[in-house]
């Protein structure tokens, strides 16, 4: 009998793998095929515990497909673009590109330990210039379609990293920047955008993709969809300045006493006067430092200032006052509101506050009449429209459609659709980022670079400033550019691309890496698209998720790719704690590093720790010592594979007396535990395939304990055994099997068959319910027929009890799993 050594064992077959070109992916119609994409990673320098707990369960179900005769592709590649990489140029002095390629380089062989199925042919790297090459062809595709275009707009603004940050990057009560926490400031900057909002409808149909219900959830509300009317007030001291509103209430028009912009309305310097105009600009101050989730909260006291302007209620010709406070955003809807405060909390809170009239215009039919003037809280808007006009008396399920009618044959409002959801900013004044390849002419504006000129290499020669300010813009030369059209001297545009930018496309370039013509070639799309299988952490649910979905939507519809959607089926896991409970991190000092365990455990037990100790989809704080049960299960298995009842020599299969029932049973648990195991695949349930397999050796042990060694059912245990454990741990599954001297590799054998009958029960045990409390249980025959189940659950001692020698009303047998009987 040979040791188990992990370190060993697990080098040897990671290098014949390799060689052998095992896990190449390439078209093959013959089968069918399995395109199975994990979230790449940024390279930051080390493999955490987390990349881990992602990929190693997602490897397994890779190689679980592939056993199931799919022609699997399971790439792998790096996000490599993006802040970290300029911030370390900075602190250490090291080129961003040096530091980048040097962790790669770093993890890529940190990744090839676990022993995962990854085509390392088909490695994509976002920061290679012949990927981002096509990173900046798309943007000039959607330039051209209008789908990318250049404003001025308020944007959050991190002084420290000097660049823009989308609102997903601000984060925490403070408004801090997600990577350095210095809190951020709104500054007006020119910015291109992608128009998101084009497809916002689009991007609420799930229909074809089968995603978690929390991730459509997120996606949804962040989307924002809610129908109503567009109603344009005019302001009173200018009738040709108009204030635009959007009201999911038009029903509720006559009750807008005041009106309330955002402090950030571009009107609202306008229509303050004079007097008021200190005032209004403090309060602008104090509200810009402030984050949309603070002015938003329903607990929070509401404060405003009166601009000492005016507009018109068109329904009615009124004269109300407008007021400019921070619940109101610039980000959602048009920036201004009708406060109609009879029938929104927030509104009334705000009118009893300051004076303002409230006026009730929907009447509850289950109240008493409503009397503004003596409210103490505001009152649903659902019932009967009064106080409204010509629409007085309009029913509640009529009151919605009969004001759109009237504001649209009015003139002064249509029937409109918001969403919460804002067009992609993607400008960064960063360096380290794919360049936007557009060129500004003063006498022909912004152009985009010619295609043959892509791409618009990053310039090597540059050097950082404290400030971080990109260097793309101090550049002497690289900026000086001919205008596409006129030829005369220009200026290229020195912000850079958003880093989703890369990643929403990272899927295509696995398609085809050595492709020059084109973003990825079209006979490798045509296979391999779409994506069957993704998996990685829901926190991109609203970012990430939401640009790859854009993006395949607009490419489609320029005829570059093709279907709904870019990936059909989503799954994401949880996340690993320090043993703490609390998030890793090295200033908390509870980050556990996948080097050091696998030197001392070997990648397997690593690998079937992580799948075994918590539910892939929820996560749970790490334990040292839980990896120890791990390390002995495996030990247990090369034992029982290796070692012999009786010390004989491996794969002797000398028959001994066996009892008939021992191996029945062997046969039963193997086929029983093949069934659960394949169902748990299926469901990406790694841990209960773990404990299941750990549960199937402890029969085995017992089997061979009693002599079933050497016959033909132990060497079908030991055969299934072996295939259903591959998935999970690959290297000694490889290595037990070549010992049993099998062809190799066990990675291209099929999955093994379940074998319904040996996997049956020869008898079952039901619970007996009387008055829907269960009182006993009964071993019927596994075939039993419900008669025979009715009649032996009757003729139960403790059931005839509760009988007390009466008849039952009713014994109902529900499918041989509960027999209820009613007295």
């Known amino acids: 009998m040979s040791d188990y050594i992990p370190k060993e064992i697990e080098a040897k077959w990671q290098a014949k793998w390799e060689a052998d070109g095992l896990y190449h992916a390439d078209i093959d119609e013959s089968r069918p095929k399995h395109y199975a994409l994990t979230m790449l990673p940024y390279p930051s320098g080390d493999l955490h515990i987390g990349h881990w707990y992602a990929m190693t369960p997602s490897d397994a179900r890779a190689r679980f497909m592939r056993m199931n005769g799919y022609n699997v592709l399971f790439p792998m590649g790096f996000d490599s673009f993006g802040l970290p990489a300029e911030n370390a140029a900075i602190k250490r002095g090291i080129h961003p590109k040096v530091w980048t390629y040097k962790n790669i380089d770093k993890m890529r062989e940190q990744m090839k330990s676990m022993g995962a199925m990854f085509d390392w042919r088909r490695e994509a790297v976002s920061s290679d210039p012949q990927y981002y090459k096509w990173t900046e062809w798309f943007f000039i595709q959607l330039y051209k379609r209008g789908l990318a275009y250049r404003k001025m707009s308020p944007v959050d603004f991190c002084p420290h990293c000097n660049t823009t940050l989308a609102r997903e990057q601000v984060w925490g009560e403070d408004r801090h920047c997600e990577r350095c926490e210095t809190p951020v400031i709104k500054k007006d900057l020119d910015q291109w955008f992608f128009r998101t909002t084009r497809y ?127 619940y109101v955003l610039m980000t959602y809807g048009t920036g201004a509101i009708m406060a109609v405060p009879a029938h929104d909390q927030r509104d009334f809170e705000f009118a009893r506050k300051y004076g303002l009239e409230v006026r009730v215009v929907i009447q509850p039919v289950d109240m008493d009449p409503l009397d503004g003037a003596t409210m103490s809280e505001s009152v649903p808007a659902y019932g009967r429209m009064v106080n409204s006009g010509p629409l007085t008396g309009t029913s509640a399920d009529e009151a919605f459609q009969a004001a759109i009618r009237f504001v649209e044959e009015k003139g002064f409002g249509k029937g409109a659709v918001n969403y919460k959801l804002r067009d992609w900013l993607i400008s960064r004044q960063r360096y380290w980022g794919a360049p936007i390849p557009m060129i500004h002419c003063g006498k022909c504006g912004w152009n985009p670079v010619p295609e043959d000129e892509l791409p618009v290499l990053l310039p090597d020669d540059v050097a950082w400033k404290p400030t971080g300010e990109s260097p793309l813009k101090l550049h002497p030369t690289w900026k000086q550019a001919p205008c596409p059209l006129c030829g005369e001297p220009a200026e290229r545009e020195t912000d850079t691309m958003d880093t989703f930018m890369c990643s929403s496309w990272y899927h295509l370039r696995y398609l085809s890496p050595w492709y020059n013509d084109g973003p990825f070639d079209e006979a490798e799309y045509n296979y391999w698209m779409p994506v069957n299988t993704y998996t990685g952490g829901i926190e991109h649910a609203n970012m990430h998720l939401i640009y790859t979905r854009f993006f395949h939507k607009a490419l489609r519809d320029m005829g570059v790719t093709e279907g709904a959607e870019p990936m059909t089926q989503l799954h994401n896991q949880g996340m690993v704690l320090g043993e703490d409970h609390e998030k890793m991190s090295k200033s908390r000092g509870n980050v556990v590093a996948p080097d050091k365990l696998v030197a001392r455990y070997g990648a397997d037990a690593v690998r079937a720790y992580l799948m075994f100790f918590a539910r892939w989809d929820m996560g749970a704080p790490w334990n040292s010592s839980g990896i120890d049960g791990t390390v002995r299960w495996l030990r247990r298995v090369w034992a029982m594979v290796t070692e012999k009842s009786d010390g004989r020599p491996l794969g002797s299969s000398r028959s001994t007396p066996q009892g008939a029932e021992t191996l029945k049973v062997l046969k039963r648990k193997v086929h029983q535990t093949l069934r659960s195991v394949t169902r748990d695949f299926e469901k990406f349930e790694f841990n209960t395939i773990v404990s299941s397999l750990m549960g199937l050796l402890n029969e085995m042990t017992k089997a061979k304990e009693s002599g079933a060694y050497g016959t033909p059912e132990w060497n079908e245990a030991i055969d299934i055994y072996l295939r259903m454990l591959a998935p999970v741990c690959p290297h000694i599954a490889e290595e037990l099997w070549t010992k049993m001297g099998k062809p190799y590799s066990i990675h291209t054998q099929p999955w093994p068959k379940v074998d319904e009958e040996a996997a049956r029960e020869d008898e079952i045990v039901i619970p007996i319910q009387v008055n829907g409390k269960v009182r006993d249980r009964v071993v019927v025959p596994a075939d039993a027929s419900e008669n025979e189940i009715k009649s032996t659950a009757l003729a139960s001692e403790t059931i005839q009890k509760y009988l007390g020698g009466k008849p039952p009303k009713k014994v109902i047998v529900a499918q041989k799993r509960l027999v209820n009987i009613v007295v």
């Open 200 to 326: 916002a409808d689009e991007m609420l149909d799930y229909s074809t993709i089968n995603w978690p219900e929390r991730v459509r959830t997120l996606q949804t509300n962040w989307i924002g969809r809610s129908e109503g009317t567009e109603v344009q007030f005019s302001v009173f001291s200018n009738q040709s300045s108009v204030i635009t509103v959007f009201t999911t209430r038009p029903d509720t028009l006559w009750g807008a006493t005041f009106m309330v912009l955002s402090p950030e309305h571009p009107l609202v310097d306008k229509i303050t006067t004079t007097e008021r105009k200190g005032e209004v600009e403090a309060y602008k101050a104090q509200a810009a430092r402030q984050t949309d989730i603070e002015r938003e909260a329903t607990d929070k006291e509401k404060t405003g200032v009166f601009t000492g302007g005016y507009a018109v209620n068109p329904v009615n010709g009124e004269k109300i006052p407008v007021w400019i406070a921070d």
